[in-house]
C-alpha cells in the first residue's frame, strides 16, 4: 500500500462582488413599496448579517453615468431653439415627513407637484462616496470620514437620447465600494446603497464584462482568495450595441473557464408576464457562469426575504468547493502524486481527478486544479459541481489532501 503524508483541506476565504441593476425599471412596484427599495434592504441585512462576518464584498451598480455637462441656463446645452426634453437642471427629489433617500420620486422645481407633505428641494451630492444627499455643507451619513454633502451644480439633462449610459466595459471595471471584509466595510456599503437612486436603462454586457475584469486583477492581487460575481437584475442585456444574453453568457462562462475561475450566480426580479421570456435567458446566464439555476424572484410583499434567501445560499454554495495547496513537509510537490479524499457518516471515498471543468462527471463528480500542471503551477483545487453538491449538503464532513500516491483517475 503506497504511504504519504495528509492535509487536511482549507477552504478559500472568499470576496463577492454584488453587480447590481440600478435602471429605472427597479423602482417599479412591489407589493407596497418598488423592487429598490426591496432589493436595497435585502443588501443591507446580507452585509449587516453576523454570518457574512469576513466575507470580502464589493458593490457595483450598473447602468454608469458618465460626468454631465454643467449649465447655467437652458441654453448652454447646445440648444439652437428650446426643447421640452432637453434643459439645464438641477437634480431633485420630492422630499418631506416620512420620505427620505432612495425611495423619494424624482421631481423638476417649480414644475413637478409632490405629494402632500413633501417638497421638490435640490440633492446634494457626497463629496467621496458620490452618492445623493440633502443637507449641503453637512456630513453624509454613513460614517466615513471626510465625506460631506456638497451642492451639486446644474446640469443639461436630455430625456430625447437613445442613451446616456455607458457602454464602455472600462468604466464599470472601477467599482463602487471596493472589496473589504465585513463587518468593516458594512459602513461604505451602507451608504452606497441608501444614497443610490436608479435611472437609465441596462446594459448588462459592458458591466458583467468590466466587473469580471476587477475581479480577475483583484485576485491577482490577493493571492490565496476566490471569487464570485453575484448580478442582480430585473431586465435582460438592453442599449448598448451587441449587447445580448449569448454574449454575455459566453463572457460568464471565459471567466468560469479562466484561472483562477471565477463563477457568477445570477438573481432576477422580474413580473409574472416576464417570466417566460426572462427565465430561459437568466438559466443561460447561470449556467454559463457554473452555478446551475438562477434565483428567479417575482416582485411582491416578500421581495425583500426572498432576496436575502437566496444571497444566503449563494453564500454557502460558493464556499465548499475551493481549497488550498499546502505546501509538503518535504521537497517539490509533485501533482501527479495528489488525491482528494471525503470522509463522513458514510465512509471515506477517494474522489477521481478528471483534469478540468469541463470533464467533470455529472454523477460521480471528481475534483481538478485551477491550473493544468502541465501549463503552470496550480494553487489550488476544485472539485466538481457533483460533489460540490454533496459536500453542502453533509454534516461533519472532512477533506484531506493526500500527498505521496499516484493520483487516482476515473477508469
Given amino acids: 500500500m503506497c504511504a504519504g503524508e495528509v492535509h487536511t483541506a482549507q477552504l478559500l476565504p472568499l470576496d ?117 444627499c440633502v443637507s449641503p455643507g453637512q456630513p453624509c451619513p454613513g460614517a466615513m470620514a471626510g465625506d460631506v454633502c456638497m451642492t451639486r451644480p446644474k446640469t443639461c439633462q436630455n430625456t430625447v437620447a437613445v442613451r446616456d449610459f455607458s457602454c464602455a466595459a472600462a468604466d464599470y471595471r472601477t467599482i463602487v465600494v471596493p472589496i473589504a471584509s465585513l463587518p468593516g466595510a458594512q459602513a461604505t456599503l451602507t451608504a452606497a446603497l441608501d444614497f443610490k437612486r436608479p435611472n437609465g436603462g441596462t446594459p448588462m454586457g459592458p458591466a458583467v464584462e468590466g466587473a469580471l475584469a476587477h475581479l480577475r486583477a483583484h485576485l491577482a492581487a490577493n493571492a490565496g482568495r476566490q471569487a464570485a460575481l453575484v448580478l442582480a437584475t430585473d431586465g435582460l442585456p438592453d442599449g448598448c450595441d451587441d449587447d445580448s444574453v449569448p454574449g454575455v453568457a459566453a463572457t460568464l462562462q471565459a471567466a468560469r473557464m479562466g484561472a483562477p475561475p471565477i463563477s457568477s450566480y445570477v438573481i432576477g426580479v422580474f413580473n409574472q408576464t416576464q417570466l417566460a421570456k426572462s427565465q430561459p435567458a437568466l438559466a443561460t446566464l447561470a449556467t454559463a457562469g457554473g452555478t446551475g439555476t438562477p434565483f428567479v424572484l417575482v416582485p411582491g410583499d416578500d421581495l425583500s426575504k426572498r432576496f436575502l434567501e437566496a444571497l444566503s445560499q449563494i453564500r454557502g454554495k460558493a464556499l465548499a468547493c475551493e481549497f488550498k495547496i499546502p505546501q509538503p513537509a518535504m521537497g517539490q510537490l509533485d501533482y501527479g502524486k495528489v488525491n482528494v479524499r471525503i470522509e463522513g457518516a458514510a465512509g471515506a471515498e477517494d474522489l477521481f481527478y478528471v483534469g478540468g471543468a469541463d470533464r467533470c462527471d455529472p454523477t460521480r463528480g471528481g475534483w481538478y486544479y485551477d491550473v493544468d500542471p502541465a501549463a503552470g503551477t496550480p494553487t489550488r483545487i476544485l472539485v466538481c459541481e457533483a460533489t460540490c453538491k454533496r459536500l453542502k449538503e453533509a454534516r461533519d464532513i472532512k477533506v484531506d489532501l493526500r500527498f505521496g500516491c499516484k493520483t487516482r483517475t476515473i477508469e
Fill in 16 to 132: 463577492l462582488l454584488l453587480l447590481v441593476d440600478s435602471s429605472g425599471s427597479m423602482m417599479e412596484s412591489a407589493g407596497a413599496s418598488t423592487k429598490w427599495q426591496m432589493t436595497h434592504d435585502a443588501l443591507l441585512a446580507f452585509v449587516k448579517d453576523p454570518q457574512s462576518a469576513a466575507l470580502g464584498v464589493g458593490l457595483q451598480f450598473f447602468p454608469f453615468f458618465g460626468p454631465p455637462k454643467a449649465c447655467k441656463a437652458d441654453a448652454d446645452c447646445n440648444l439652437i431653439i428650446p426643447h421640452p426634453n432637453i434643459w439645464c437642471h438641477v437634480n431633485s427629489a420630492c422630499l418631506g415627513p416620512g420620505v427620505s433617500l432612495p425611495a423619494a420620486v424624482d421631481c423638476e422645481p417649480g414644475v413637478t407637484v409632490c405629494q402632500a407633505g413633501a417638497t421638490c428641494a435640490p440633492l446634494g451630492r457626497c463629496s467621496m462616496t458620490g452618492a445623493d
